[in-house]
């Protein structure tokens, strides 16, 4: 929870910033994004892997049909953070201020829809 409001809250700050001066992000920061999703998207991985294999089966042998549900939800996961992922790579080799504006507003509006369906994930759980 912590490091997706993080990671929200900085790509808001970039995008405002990016907008206000007209300027392009500082590629420093948007490594350290990349890096710190990066790390996130791995945990997120792992916690839906031992899910998968360990608490999933589980369920289904006490409410058949459970499982899918949760499948279904990890498979959109993986689907934001594939997105998120191709939108960071191309924030990192852009130049032009205009397309990582554009960029930027994107990957505020997948962070806010990955952060919404993970909470929603979290509470479930």
Known sequence: ???????????????????????APN???????????????????????????VVLPALDARV????????????GERELFHALSLHLEKLQCVVDVDESGVLLRKLRVLLKILRDDMLAHLDEE
Do not use: C, W
């Not at 809250?9 to 007209?22: D, G, K, M, P």
């Not at 420093?28 to 294999?53: G, N, P, Y």
């Open 1 to 23: 929870r912590t490091e997706l409001n993080f990671l929200l809250s900085r790509v808001s700050e970039l995008a405002s910033a990016s907008s206000n001066s007209h300027g």
């Open 27 to 53: 590629p420093h920061t948007v490594t350290f994004i990349a890096q710190r999703f990066a790390l996130l998207q791995r945990m997120v991985e792992e916690h839906s892997r031992a899910e998968d294999i």
């Open 64 to 75: 058949p049909g459970i499982s899918k549900k949760y499948k279904d939800e990890h498979d």
